[in-house]
């Protein structure tokens, strides 16, 4: 039973992707099906997940080998934390899948990649949260992002989908990096990759504490990107530009709880930290007041619903941030609250936008009618979300209120309060809003023109409502299952009860208050027909992104202007005075002795070598003066003959004549090429007094360097030097007195084979460059 | 003489260099042309003074004799600057008989 | 057999090369060409194998051994980067033969192609700088060649630049060689490691260290030597461009570790740090082009920049796991971008046109070539558990284990940007639907044969990125060889032939050259520390 259950957990983490390729399968009944054949995969994930875990309590570690070089495996943990995340989303996963049967249209081919990217996910979102191993983690942390990417991007010729997307992916992949960075560093100072392992180090890790704020600080950027807090928040009502199942599921009950499953997963590691609390309290309210504001101040349903995720998320962290240091109580019932009431407005907000063919709320309304079901499930959920006693979402309130209020009294505390009011005010606000969908006169169509939705769509949407409504009226029986489920160092030893009533106490007066003061609001908005819910653009924090796109785009493009030119001095100014520059930064510190004296060392002359070397130099610089390029070209080959004549001064006669051919053969080249030209040399241009200084400054350094190079290296020569083997063993083994000869030929011959070979390559080079099209091959 | 050879091999890196420089295609074949001659002579100052020695064959009786390996050296990389030389010379007649031809 | 190794991969082509020349049917040209490129595959596995069990395949040219002769000596390094060249060689050659008609194909370019590589491998298996050189100027004249050949008439000025900094760099690389000579009185790599540990204090060695970093930092693509890339790899054909984007950059890079680590002492701290500051401006320079261009190859050469700098990290902080990383990251790389080039390739002649605002609908009408494309820039942007990604990971824990962390947040940086420059690609090339039709001038006909050999490597890096132990393991292994440099050059060092049976010891200077020296006396090799 081992083996089988050691893969069985990999199994049943990757059976969704491995289903992908029966849905590409040309077969009529499969396509008709895919829905609802997918909703299989995630619940036989989650019957392997739960058949193979233990009496929970007890974290199981699940282990197969992958990259031991880099102790990364497929290690899993079961326990509390992994086992709640999954089964949420695969539950959530079963209904998306149903209801996206239902939401997509019938039978179209583009819906096989739409069930191929969906159970992606779901593999990698089950990868995540069982992970036991850091790199494990980031693995499929990386992958959910891509998954998501391909989700949002799937409708892909919408540019909001394109930019969705791109922003999406590149928010979460920043994050995610500065996450992959902390947890490399936590599994180096703690000296294991196993999460298991670190948790069991917890209590130890105060040691190494300025490191790990650094650490936290990090692995909390990647949570907040993920569950777009405050400053990430804003790829997620870009993201909004996905097909709404993926917003039902996605962004609202599966990925964007990824960070929330950080901060549960590091709680018993960072929990004492001094910074651990603030940080999440800030992020949290501020988050937490902004999405809620936003929610009210739009007309696109998706987006009201968006924030309104970003404002329950900033909620959730807060919450983990004013846990105590025994941890926190009743986290699970509030992420299940989300879930279940977020997934069921984002799917009825489905139908409403698929019979209205509009995401305007201005423009729909009265749809209740023709979808009772899903108008029950949307009055449910709505009532979730603004705490309507009776779902779980009234209790959730009133635990979050209880916790606020009985925080040790700082100075803070009445902000936090303050905050969690207006926040909650206008989730009302927003909620109630959302139920104009569904009531009121009917909008946008008139009757005959509506097309009734299905009961098929409606059921996921009630079936998930209805868990609203039954953890509500029955919360101590979710709290039961949630206890089970209980992580040590995360969660209190023995939980409070939880039930509806529990007297006349402050939190219940303040529920009281929050209800009633945003119903008012919402019927003077309503009064005035919603005119006031427009947010300027410039206020979005989207907008501000965009524009911090836009501006790396611009420096780029000043950047890389440099780079665009065509003339090639310019790079060549560049690279040679750079050359010249490193070299002279080299030089000078090292060898400060070089710039004097070297001209003293004049101990052996020679007449004539002296009198050509003048000779040569001032055929040199008669180059750089010549005005027409025959005079160029006279000066250049007088410096080339000297040369010849300089390298028999030197006892070279073989240079000497090859030299001499050369650069005869040169020439001839030389006057072709200048006969054949026009007259004018075209590209010529005029250099500014600037560049000409610029261009004799780097020329002058090269020269001076070139010539401390020479002195430096010769001068002052200490090893031994192999010329020596080869005047001695020219004659007697290479059978030549001329040791040139020998050593081109024999001892360095494969040298000259590979400079044979540069020849005929060049040779081929030019007939290229001659080649006319269509012209006869000459071999 | 060595030290006037260095001398030498500065002033033509600097000649060499300035053509390069410049912003004219035949300018920068003169340049690269000198820029051969100045690495050659760079290799041949490597043997250092060639007074008081002899050439590098190697007969009984003869003086020590000047350092061969560099002057092989020079040899192979002066075939492989004529291929190169050969090369560019013809890319600099394409490129400028193109323009023209526009 | 096993003796001969070294030098097959290096003449089989160049003889390949010659017999296509000779024949004038393109048939039998293409054939010859297949034939050899899978041969060549053939002789580079078998050269790793042998690795396996000899450690270095050690082959005196000539008969002569060193430090006179030239000797080619095949570490695990060589092997490795010899065999990714016979991958990247059989797609590109393959590629080249499906892509064009026989009425098409320029004759030239098969031989040329041929050439270049025989340039690229000798580069890898010798022993010898001046060699290195030949080898360089080999592969060199026939990039030069490749690139003017078939470019367009109004581009072929871009190749000018190509051409000129590359000569720069042939110059420098003669004047390093000599000094070099000068210094150590030797050409051998081997010769000279050993040299350098009897005047390991001599600040003369840093020159030589920065002037080899600048000659193959030219080649590399470093800043700010790095402006011929991306104004001529994307005007090449796609396979070129594959081919040079894919090796002639890592031939640099190759050969700065073997100077640095085979050759000359492994404390050169001060021009390690140099490189170190010059990978910070590549790698953003680099990420902030690719941001900015509008053409794939364009946004590919600008991403291949900034992975130059990241690999320039990699030599910079220079210990044995970051070595290790660094050859893993190569490793993942040039099949990458390989793969990267000749799919742009293919999407280009798809789409008509590389510019991504033309593109059209390209992921509705090629989806596998765009799956295949988001899969391949997902792990050059270095996305789990594609093969980019765990060479980051190493190179980032390397990185902070050894408290490098201000690099580590550059290449954050970098990472983020250049995703974005590749996603790009995808939303605004692929997503968008374009007014205009698309593919009216289809004489670019895509073969089911072209999509096959991009896929095989396609398939290749993503076994090696869902399966990167026995790469990982290798990379590792073979960092420790190059460290190793005592064992290296024991062996080279050691190995007589027939002409050469006596051993030579460097020996500081007593007096000059003379004629008749002293007869050289065997005697052991001296110990010291690696």
């Not at chain 1, 009529?28 to 392997?48: F, V």
Request: proline share 5%; aromatic share 10%.
């Amino acid at each position: 039973m081992g083996i089988i259950s050691k893969y069985a957990l990999l199994l049943g983490i990757l059976l969704p992707t491995l289903l992908i390729p029966f849905f590409f399968i040309p077969s009529k009944s499969i396509k008709k099906y895919a829905g609802l054949l997918a909703m299989m995969a995630p619940l036989a994930s989650l019957g392997i997940i739960l058949s193979i875990a233990n009496k929970v309590g007890i974290p199981q570690v699940n282990f197969v080998n992958w990259i031991p070089e880099l102790g990364i495996h497929f290690s899993f943990l079961i326990d509390g934390i992994s086992l709640f995340f999954s089964i949420t989303t695969c539950m959530m996963g079963a209904l998306v899948c149903a209801y996206s049967h239902y939401y997509l249209p019938k039978s179209s081919p583009k819906n096989s990649r739409f069930y191929a990217y969906l159970l992606f996910f779901i593999t990698a979102m089950l990868g995540t949260v069982l992970s036991n191993n850091i790199g494990l983690l980031i693995v499929f942390w990386e992958l959910t992002a891509i998954a998501s990417f391909l989700l949002i991007g799937f409708k892909s010729s919408k540019e909001g989908s394109q930019k969705g997307a791109l922003a999406t992916l590149i928010t979460t992949g920043f994050t995610g990096l500065c996450m992959l960075v902390g947890l490399i560093l936590l599994s180096i100072l703690t000296g294991t990759s196993e999460l298991s392992e670190v948790l069991i180090l917890a209590p130890t890790l105060t040691q190494i504490q300025p490191y790990l704020t650094t650490i936290m600080v990090l692995i909390l950027i990647g949570a907040f990107g993920k569950s777009a807090q405050f400053p990430f928040y804003f790829w997620l009502p870009k993201a909004m530009s996905a097909p709404t199942p993926v917003s039902a599921y996605l962004h609202s009950a599966a990925m964007v709880k990824l960070g929330i499953f950080l901060i549960a997963r590091f709680y018993p590691i960072f929990g004492g930290n001094s910074l651990w609390a603030p940080i999440l309290i800030t992020i949290g309210v501020i988050t937490m007041v902004i999405g809620a504001v936003y929610a009210v101040m739009t007309h696109d349903i998706k987006e009201l619903l968006a924030y309104s995720t970003v404002s329950q998320l900033g909620a959730l962290v807060m919450s983990y941030g004013l846990g105590t240091t025994y941890g926190v109580e009743h986290d699970f019932y509030q992420i299940l609250n989300h879930i279940f009431y977020k997934g069921a407005l984002f799917m009825a907000a489905g139908v409403a936008i698929h019979t209205f063919d509009t995401q305007d709320l201005r423009k729909m309304g009265g749809l209740f009618k023709f979808a009772p079901i899903a108008g029950i499930a949307a009055v449910i959920s709505v009532g979730a979300m603004i705490g309507f006693p009776g779902t779980t979402g009234f209790i959730s309130k009133e635990l979050l209120l209880h916790t606020i209020l009985t925080i040790p009294t700082q100075k803070e505390n009445g902000i936090i309060l303050a905050a969690m009011l207006v926040a909650a005010i206008g989730l009302v606000i927003a909620g109630i809003r959302f139920l104009t969908l569904f009531f009121g006169n009917l909008k946008g169509l008139s009757e005959e023109h509506i097309d009734p939705p299905s009961m098929g769509i409606q059921l996921p949407i009630i079936i998930a409502a209805s868990f609203s409504l039954i953890f509500g009226l029955f919360p101590q029986d979710a709290v039961f299952w949630c206890d089970y489920l209980r992580v040590a160092g995360l969660h209190y030893p023995s939980p409070a009860s939880l039930s509806i009533w529990q007297g006349i106490t402050n939190p219940l007066i303040l529920s009281g208050g929050i209800l009633t003061v945003g119903a008012g609001i919402s019927w003077v908005l309503y009064k005035r027909k919603w005119v006031d819910c427009t947010l300027p653009e410039t206020a979005k924090l989207e907008t501000k992104f965009d524009h911090l796109l836009n501006t790396i785009q611009k420096i780029s493009t000043a950047i890389t202007a440099g780079v665009k030119t065509d003339h090639s001095p310019d790079y060549l100014m560049i690279i040679l005075g750079f050359i010249a520059g490193l070299l002279l930064l080299i030089l000078l510190p090292l060898f400060p002795e070089l710039i004097l004296p070297f001209l003293f060392k004049m101990d052996d002359t020679n007449t004539l070598g002296s009198l050509t070397a003048i000779l040569i130099g001032g055929a040199a610089i008669a180059t750089l003066i010549a005005k027409t390029n025959i005079n160029k070209l006279i000066a250049i080959s007088v410096v080339g003959a000297l040369i010849s004549f300089y390298f028999l001064l030197y006892h070279a006669p073989d240079l000497a004549l090859t030299n001499l051919m050369i650069e005869a053969i040169g020439v001839v080249l030389m006057v072709l090429l200048l006969i054949r030209l026009p007259k004018e040399d075209t590209s010529q241009k005029v250099d500014g007094t600037l560049r000409k200084t610029a261009n004799i400054t780097i020329a002058s350094t090269i020269g001076v360097i070139a010539t401390s190079l020479i002195l430096l290296m010769t001068n002052n020569q200490v090893l031994d030097s192999i010329s020596g083997y080869f005047i001695e063993a020219t004659v007697p083994l290479a059978g030549g007195s001329n040791a040139v000869n020998t050593i081109l030929v024999d001892f360095r011959g494969f040298d000259t084979m590979g400079e044979i070979s540069v020849l005929v390559i060049a040779a081929i080079g030019v007939i290229g460059l001659l080649w006319k099209k269509g012209g006869s091959i000459n071999q | 003489m060595h030290t006037i050879t260095a001398i030498l091999v500065g002033l033509l890196f600097g000649c060499a260099i300035y053509l390069i420089l410049q912003r004219s295609f035949i300018k920068l074949v003169f340049g690269f042309g000198l820029l051969t001659h100045a690495v050659n002579l760079f290799i041949l100052s490597m043997s250092k003074s060639p007074l008081g020695k002899s050439a590098p064959i190697i007969t009984p009786g003869n003086l020590v004799s000047v350092d061969p390996l560099p002057q092989a050296l020079i040899l192979t990389a002066i075939v492989i600057g004529f291929g190169v030389t050969a090369y560019m010379i013809t890319l600099v007649y394409r490129i400028l008989k193109d323009a023209h031809d526009q | 057999m096993i003796s001969s190794l070294p030098v097959l991969p290096v003449i089989f082509p160049m003889i390949t090369a010659a017999m296509i020349l000779l024949f004038s049917e393109v048939k039998t040209r293409r054939l010859i060409a297949s034939a050899s490129s899978v041969v060549q595959v053939a002789i580079t596995v078998m050269m790793m194998l042998a690795i396996q069990t000899h450690q270095i395949l050690i082959m005196p040219m000539g008969g002569w051994a060193a430090p006179f002769g030239i000797m080619l000596t095949v570490d695990s390094l060589s092997a490795i980067m010899v065999l990714l060249t016979s991958i990247v060689s059989v797609a590109v050659i393959h590629y080249s033969i499906t892509e064009k008609t026989e009425k098409q194909e320029h004759p030239l370019r098969l031989p040329l192609i041929f050439f270049c590589i025989a340039g690229i491998t000798l580069s890898f298996v010798t022993g010898d700088l001046f060699n290195l050189f030949v080898a360089f100027e080999i592969m060199l004249i026939a990039s030069y060649a490749l690139l003017t050949l078939e470019i367009d008439r109004k581009e072929i000025s871009h190749a000018y630049p190509y051409l000129a900094i590359n000569i720069i760099g042939s110059a420098l690389f003669l004047c390093a060689a000599g000094l070099t000579y000068s210094l150590f009185g030797s050409l051998n790599f081997a010769d000279i490691a050993i040299s350098s540990t009897l005047i390991m204090t001599d600040p003369r060695i840093v020159v030589i260290a920065v002037l080899f970093t600048l000659v193959f930092g030219m080649k590399a693509g470093f800043f700010p030597l790095y402006y011929w890339l991306p104004n001529s790899y994307p005007k090449l054909p796609a396979p070129v461009g594959a081919l040079f984007a894919a090796l002639l950059t890592k031939v640099g890079i190759y050969a700065l570790l073997r100077i640095f680590g085979t050759m000359l002492p492994h404390q050169l701290w001060g021009v390690y740090s140099i490189i170190l500051l010059l990978a910070i401006p590549t790698m953003i320079l680099g990420a902030v082009g690719a941001l900015e261009r509008q053409s794939i190859r364009e946004i590919l050469s600008f991403n291949l920049i900034s992975h130059i700098g990241i690999m320039m990290v990699a030599i910079g902080l220079f210990t044995q796991e970051s070595i290790a990383a660094l050859i893993y990251y190569i490793i993942h790389h040039v099949l990458v971008i390989a793969s990267l080039f000749l799919l742009a390739g293919l999407i280009e002649a798809r789409a008509g046109s590389g510019d991504l605002k033309k593109l059209g609908n390209i992921w509705k009408q090629s989806p596998i070539l765009s799956f295949l494309f988001l899969i391949q820039a997902l792990s050059l942007a270095g996305i789990p558990p594609l093969s980019g990604f765990w060479g980051k990971w190493m190179l980032i824990s390397e990185a902070l284990g050894i408290g490098a962390g201000v690099f580590v947040a550059i290449i954050v940086i970098t990472s983020v940007l250049s995703l974005w420059s590749l996603l790009r690609i995808i939303t605004t090339g692929f997503w968008t639907s374009s007014a205009t039709t698309t593919t009216d001038s289809s004489n670019h006909i895509i073969s089911k044969d072209m999509v096959a050999i991009t896929l095989s490597l396609v398939l290749l890096s993503l076994l090696i990125g869902l399966s990167p132990n026995s790469v990982i393991k290798t990379a590792r292994r073979t960092s420790q060889s190059l460290f190793n440099q005592f064992e290296y050059t024991k062996k080279v060092m050691e190995y007589r032939s027939i002409r050469t049976p006596h051993y030579h010891t460097p020996k500081i200077i007593e007096s000059p050259i003379q004629i008749s020296p002293e007869p050289i006396e065997i005697q052991e090799i001296e110990e010291h520390q690696g």
